[in-house]
């Protein structure tokens, strides 16, 4: 069972922070006691219709963009033994049709109006969300409307769309985390309908028909049971009139209330352990608590913070820090309308389960013994607080959060309330839940281990969670209103160069500094070096060690992360405004001076080890790799980004120093810098921070492209699994071809709940739940290719599918009216993809690093829109060529998916 995400915690977002020094940091821990937080509600108005519709508008200009979504109060905790998955498969139909649009056509409308439309089932809600651009905000309002109220759920439409969820859940089946989730959720509820999966059982799923499916939407789906909200640049006037309208004949039903039977208390420590095909040894630790509107979640907030949120968390800090004994651990609250859960999770080696569940248990006892220190508090209090903040720089997370109070609590208002009653939480509080929840009694205890594996979940084993640390242990464990400018760039003497833009929305700044890297210059033999590297940077430099990095970044509610590519390598950081001089002093630290300390080494490669060993449990994983490996045989772009095991144990830190050297040169770095700063202040003291970064004369390697296939190419693993999963793809267009505008315009047309492939295989043919297409393009070549999982009985007609939509699109091309959706579709989501301060700084410092620009998103915008019908023919004919593709697929058939289909089948048999 993992933490929750998003949309299910009360205030989401960042983890981590920073500050300039040790005594810096206690003076702000101890005096600091609130930070600059603006409402999500100032600005919000809230309406109640005639017939019970609650509408939230908020205006907010931003950006060009407007999130609008509908939660419906119903989730699967709503249904009956024999509905199970009723309320998820709805969640999929209200899509399908209605009298004024076709199957197809909802979608379709957004995504020509540059936008995108989704849905999600939880136990709780449901939710059906639109992001758009502002000027097609009443085309928004006006699709969304006519799904959630007059779905035709054509008999027809629902047996196909079954299939499709039926797919969804084999692909669940291949999922270790799924299963142990669904297997825990039922350990922990006896009674309570929580107890089912979401998506439901594949005998109720085949089980519903047209009836059953409008006698449940007569229960829920009534005015009085949904929330819309809408947060955007739109008139609030003009929006709630529209809104009025299209509502007005909301389809009279009769509603219900809800009854779902009484968890009894738990007064057994229960456990569950599962042997499957995996490589790691999956762990959850869950505790009942109270619903999410007990006083007591404020505390189990700050808890769950403290215990296994960010670096500096007591978990991470002594299972993965100190002792290295997980590859991954944290904790979440699942705060749900009845009482829920508070859960540990951690993935680790079957070898240090002993000395894992140990050392959870030690910490266990101790946040339940011991009051929690100020610092711990005051930094959990800041946290909290930030998150709200940064959930704050686009449209969508304000309405989820304007949306979430209201449907889950009962008041938009609530969510100023939450943040006055987080700052209230004492330590005393803490111990208090901490003591009172986290039982023996009460605990669940689940596990998913390799077949074979000697593994066993005793009582004995399981008591000594509980048992109080040894001292040594013990001991060890304690240790504003808007200004939105132009980027500006500036070469610094030493050739490095400098982005900077002002955007004084939030008090936020998001830095992103990066050098051409990655998988395309890694030596041969050295595969996963660039990854190792950028996994290094902030786990130690000659001025701080790894603990002191994490402490300082967490405590000013911050993030600092390394990251690698396939063609770059950098960090990455958010901060509170004004903590920016510490975080530009620390990423300055982390990228001109970085140990790569052998302890920290030791820890990493573990990790990757780990990570390398888990995609033999994710089979799309294995799938892409295949793929790119047999795509690219002569090219760097063919190795695995996480390298292989040996590689990975032979890389030294000497080997690590040099190539990072190799690469680590001042013209070879880019730095973006976007938010809540003064530009005039900031650029001389970067230039001051990277005044000893030394000039160089050296150059980077020279890497040839990919020679062109001349022929097909098949490959297949064979692994036991509920689905096949296959990619038919080509070499791409790279980042500075002519060719990659309209490549771009084609994968759209075909991805997407409008496109081709979504349209003719997923909803016409129910051959697959996932299916897309997808492109990579690089530095001098890329890739591009479709995407399916689908039963192994309908790997030939599905193979035979991606050939046909592939054909149609070299032959015929594009309609004009597909090209004109795909362009609307493409440049209405590069606004909604760059509304935060950190998308901008990673796609300029990218632009700009592949010799693009750092301006280079108008042109490209400019070429997008000038991409004629021609065009996009001449790029499907130099890209999809007949002869010269890549087949390859992942799952428990033999992989003979076979040549082309279905004409070159005829051929080979002559």
Same mark, same amino acid.
């Not at 975080?583 to 990757?608: Q, S």
């Not at 980004?641 to 040169?665: F, H, K, N, P």
């Given at each position: 069972?993992?933490?929750?995400?998003?949309?299910?915690?009360?205030?989401?977002?960042?983890?981590?922070?920073?500050?300039?020094?040790?005594?810096?940091?206690?003076?702000?821990?101890?005096?600091?006691?609130?930070?600059?937080?603006?409402?999500?509600?100032?600005?919000?108005?809230?309406?109640?219709?005639?017939?019970?519709?609650?509408?939230?508008?908020?205006?907010?200009?931003?950006?060009?963009?407007?999130?609008?979504?509908?939660?419906?109060?119903?989730?699967?905790?709503?249904?009956?033994?024999?509905?199970?998955?009723?309320?998820?498969?709805?969640? &999929?139909?209200?899509?399908?049709?209605?009298?004024?649009?076709?199957?197809?056509?909802?979608?379709?409308?957004?995504?020509?109006?540059?936008?995108?439309?989704? +849905?999600?089932?939880?136990?709780?809600?449901?939710?059906?969300?639109?992001?758009?651009?502002?000027?097609?905000?009443?085309?928004?309002?006006?699709?969304?409307?006519?799904?959630?109220?007059?779905?035709?759920?054509?008999?027809?439409?629902?047996?196909?769309?079954?299939?499709?969820?039926?797919?969804?859940?084999?692909?669940?089946?291949?999922?270790?985390?799924?299963?142990?989730?669904?297997?825990?959720?039922?350990?922990?509820?006896?009674?309570?309908?929580?107890?089912?999966?979401?998506?439901?059982?594949?005998?109720?799923?085949? #089980?519903?028909?047209?009836?059953?499916?409008?006698?449940?939407?007569?229960?829920?789906?009534?005015?009085?049971?949904?929330?819309?909200?809408?947060?955007?640049?739109?008139?609030?006037?003009?929006?709630?009139?529209?809104?009025?309208?299209?509502?007005?004949?909301?389809?009279?039903?009769?509603?219900?209330?809800?009854?779902?039977?009484?968890?009894?208390?738990?007064?057994?420590?229960?456990?569950?352990?599962?042997?499957?095909?995996? %490589?790691?040894?999956?762990?959850?630790?869950?505790? &009942?608590?109270?619903?999410?509107?007990?006083?007591?979640?404020?505390?189990?907030?700050?808890?769950?913070?403290?215990?296994?949120?960010?670096?500096? #968390?007591?978990?991470?800090?002594?299972?993965?820090?100190?002792?290295?004994?997980?590859?991954?651990?944290?904790?979440?609250?699942?705060?749900?309308?009845?009482?829920?859960?508070?859960?540990?999770?951690?993935?680790?080696?079957?070898?240090?389960?002993?000395?894992?569940?140990?050392?959870?248990?030690?910490?266990?006892?101790?946040?339940?013994?011991?009051?929690?220190?100020?610092?711990?508090l005051t930094q959990a209090k800041i946290?909290?607080?930030?998150?709200?903040?940064?959930?704050?720089?686009?449209?969508?997370?304000?309405?989820?959060?304007?949306?979430?109070?209201?449907?889950?609590?009962?008041?938009?208002?609530?969510?100023?309330?939450?943040?006055? &009653?987080?700052?209230?939480?004492?330590?005393?509080?803490?111990?208090?839940?901490?003591?009172?929840?986290?039982?023996?009694?009460?605990?669940?205890?689940?596990?998913? +281990?390799?077949?074979?594996?000697?593994?066993?979940?005793?009582?004995?084993?399981?008591?000594?969670?509980?048992?109080?640390?040894?001292?040594?242990?013990?001991?060890?464990?304690?240790?504003?209103?808007?200004?939105?400018?132009?980027?500006?760039?500036?070469?610094?003497?030493?050739?490095?160069?400098?982005?900077?833009?002002?955007?004084?929305?939030?008090?936020?700044?998001?830095?992103?500094?990066?050098?051409?890297g990655g998988t395309r210059l890694e030596?041969?033999?050295?595969?996963?070096?660039?990854?190792?590297?950028?996994?290094?940077?902030?786990?130690?430099?000659?001025?701080?060690?790894?603990?002191?990095?994490?402490?300082?970044?967490?405590?000013?509610?911050?993030?600092?992360?390394?990251?690698?590519?396939?063609?770059?390598?950098?960090? #990455?950081?958010?901060?509170?405004?004004?903590?920016?001089?510490?975080?530009?002093?620390?990423?300055?630290?982390?990228?001109?001076?970085?140990?790569?300390?052998?302890?920290?080494?030791?820890?990493?490669?573990?990790?990757?080890?780990?990570?390398?060993?888990?995609?033999?449990?994710?089979?799309?994983?294995?799938?892409?790799?295949?793929?790119?490996?047999?795509?690219?045989?002569?090219?760097?772009?063919?190795?695995?980004? =996480?390298?292989?095991?040996? =590689?990975?144990?032979?890389?030294?830190?000497?080997?690590?120093?040099?190539?990072?050297?190799?690469?680590?040169?001042?013209?070879?770095?880019?730095?973006?810098?976007?938010?809540?700063?003064?530009?005039?202040?900031?650029?001389?003291?970067?230039?001051?921070?990277? +005044?000893?970064?030394?000039?160089?004369?050296?150059?980077?390697?020279?890497?040839?492209?990919?020679?062109?296939?001349?022929?097909?190419?098949?490959?297949?693993?064979?692994?036991?699994?509920? %689905?096949?999963?296959?990619?038919?793809?080509?070499?791409?267009?790279?980042?500075?071809?002519?060719?990659?505008?309209?490549?771009?315009?084609?994968?759209?047309?075909?991805?997407?709940?409008?496109?081709?492939?979504?349209?003719?295989?997923?909803?016409?043919?129910?051959?697959?739940?996932?299916?897309?297409?997808?492109?990579?393009?690089?530095?001098?070549?890329?890739?591009?290719?479709?995407?399916?999982?689908?039963?192994? +009985?309908?790997?030939?007609?599905?193979?035979?599918?991606?050939?046909?939509?592939?054909?149609?699109?070299?032959?015929?091309?594009?309609?004009?009216?597909?090209?004109?959706?795909?362009?609307?579709?493409?440049?209405?989501?590069?606004?909604?993809?760059? %509304?935060?301060?950190?998308?901008?700084?990673?796609?300029?410092?990218?632009?700009?690093?592949?010799?693009?620009?750092?301006?280079?998103?108008?042109?490209?915008?400019?070429?997008?829109?000038?991409?004629?019908?021609?065009?996009?023919? &001449?790029?499907a004919r130099e890209i999809i060529l007949?002869?010269?593709?890549?087949?390859?697929?992942?799952?428990?058939?033999?992989?003979?998916?076979?040549?082309?289909?279905?004409?070159?089948?005829?051929?080979?048999?002559?």
């Amino acid at each position: 069972m993992k933490a929750l995400n998003k949309k299910n915690r009360i205030i989401v977002g960042i983890r981590y922070g920073c500050i300039l020094s040790v005594l810096w940091t206690v003076l702000v821990l101890l005096f600091t006691t609130h930070l600059y937080a603006a409402s999500v509600t100032e600005g919000a108005k809230r309406f109640i219709l005639d017939n019970g519709f609650t509408v939230i508008l908020k205006q907010d200009r931003s950006a060009p963009v407007a999130s609008i979504q509908v939660w419906v109060k119903t989730g699967s905790a709503n249904e009956t033994e024999e509905e199970a998955g009723i309320t998820h498969l709805i969640e &999929h139909m209200i899509f399908k049709g209605t009298p004024a649009r076709s199957t197809g056509e909802i979608a379709r409308t957004i995504e020509a109006a540059g936008g995108h439309v989704n +849905a999600y089932t939880s136990f709780d809600r449901t939710v059906y969300y639109v992001e758009i651009p502002s000027a097609e905000f009443h085309t928004g309002l006006d699709v969304l409307l006519d799904a959630v109220q007059h779905s035709l759920f054509d008999a027809e439409e629902l047996e196909r769309e079954k299939e499709v969820v039926l797919e969804e859940y084999r692909r669940s089946l291949d999922i270790p985390e799924t299963q142990l989730g669904w297997d825990m959720m039922a350990l922990c509820y006896q009674k309570h309908p929580y107890r089912r999966p979401i998506i439901g059982y594949e005998e109720t799923i085949r #089980s519903f028909d047209r009836k059953a499916i409008l006698a449940y939407m007569d229960k829920w789906y009534t005015p009085r049971n949904m929330v819309l909200t809408a947060v955007g640049d739109f008139n609030t006037g003009k929006a709630i009139e529209s809104i009025k309208t299209l509502v007005r004949n909301f389809p009279e039903r009769i509603g219900n209330a809800p009854f779902r039977p009484e968890e009894p208390p738990q007064t057994d420590l229960r456990k569950i352990i599962k042997k499957d095909r995996v %490589q790691q040894v999956y762990l959850n630790l869950a505790w &009942h608590i109270p619903e999410l509107t007990h006083e007591d979640m404020y505390p189990l907030n700050i808890l769950e913070i403290i215990l296994g949120h960010g670096k500096s #968390s007591r978990l991470y800090n002594r299972l993965k820090m100190d002792a290295n004994l997980v590859t991954s651990v944290g904790a979440g609250v699942y705060a749900l309308s009845d009482p829920g859960l508070f859960s540990l999770d951690a993935t680790l080696g079957p070898d240090k389960l002993d000395a894992a569940l140990k050392a959870i248990g030690q910490e266990i006892f101790r946040i339940t013994a011991e009051p929690v220190s100020d610092p711990e508090l005051t930094q959990a209090k800041i946290i909290s607080e930030a998150d709200f903040v940064f959930d704050m720089e686009d449209m969508s997370g304000q309405a989820q959060t304007l949306a979430f109070f209201q449907t889950m609590t009962g008041d938009m208002y609530n969510a100023d309330h939450y943040l006055s &009653h987080m700052q209230k939480v004492t330590a005393a509080d803490v111990l208090r839940v901490a003591a009172k929840y986290l039982r023996p009694k009460n605990l669940s205890i689940g596990m998913m +281990a390799p077949e074979g594996s000697e593994i066993s979940l005793e009582e004995k084993a399981a008591a000594s969670l509980f048992k109080p640390p040894d001292s040594e242990s013990l001991a060890k464990a304690a240790q504003r209103p808007e200004a939105e400018g132009q980027p500006v760039k500036v070469v610094l003497p030493n050739g490095m160069r400098l982005i900077v833009k002002e955007n004084h929305r939030i008090p936020g700044v998001s830095m992103t500094a990066a050098f051409l890297g990655g998988t395309r210059l890694e030596p041969p033999g050295k595969w996963g070096i660039s990854g190792f590297a950028a996994d290094m940077l902030t786990r130690g430099t000659r001025n701080r060690t790894a603990a002191q990095i994490a402490a300082t970044v967490e405590a000013c509610a911050g993030r600092l992360n390394g990251f690698s590519g396939r063609n770059s390598l950098g960090v #990455s950081g958010r901060f509170l405004s004004k903590d920016i001089h510490a975080g530009m002093e620390l990423l300055t630290d982390v990228l001109l001076h970085p140990d790569f300390p052998l302890p920290e080494m030791a820890k990493v490669r573990e990790d990757i080890l780990a990570n390398i060993k888990t995609k033999k449990d994710r089979p799309t994983q294995e799938l892409f790799d295949l793929f790119y490996q047999t795509l690219y045989p002569h090219h760097p772009y063919g190795h695995p980004q =996480t390298g292989c095991e040996e =590689t990975i144990r032979a890389i030294t830190r000497g080997d690590l120093q040099t190539w990072y050297r190799s690469v680590a040169m001042p013209t070879n770095l880019v730095l973006t810098v976007v938010g809540d700063v003064n530009r005039e202040q900031l650029i001389p003291y970067v230039k001051t921070l990277f +005044a000893t970064f030394p000039s160089s004369d050296e150059k980077l390697p020279m890497v040839a492209p990919e020679p062109p296939l001349k022929e097909a190419k098949v490959a297949h693993i064979k692994r036991p699994g509920a %689905q096949t999963h296959l990619i038919v793809g080509y070499l791409g267009a790279g980042v500075e071809s002519r060719l990659n505008p309209p490549m771009a315009l084609i994968k759209t047309a075909l991805a997407g709940q409008g496109g081709r492939l979504f349209s003719e295989l997923r909803d016409e043919q129910s051959l697959a739940y996932a299916i897309t297409a997808f492109r990579s393009p690089g530095l001098g070549t890329g890739a591009f290719g479709a995407y399916m999982a689908c039963d192994p +009985a309908k790997v030939e007609t599905a193979t035979k599918g991606l050939f046909g939509e592939l054909d149609r699109i070299r032959e015929e091309g594009l309609t004009e009216k597909e090209l004109e959706a795909a362009r609307s579709y493409l440049l209405g989501n590069l606004q909604i993809g760059l %509304q935060t301060n950190g998308s901008q700084a990673m796609q300029m410092t990218l632009d700009e690093l592949y010799g693009l620009g750092y301006n280079r998103l108008p042109a490209y915008i400019r070429e997008i829109e000038a991409v004629t019908p021609e065009a996009i023919r &001449h790029a499907a004919r130099e890209i999809i060529l007949p002869e010269r593709y890549v087949l390859v697929t992942v799952g428990p058939d033999d992989g003979q998916p076979g040549t082309r289909m279905p004409d070159e089948g005829k051929e080979d048999e002559g």
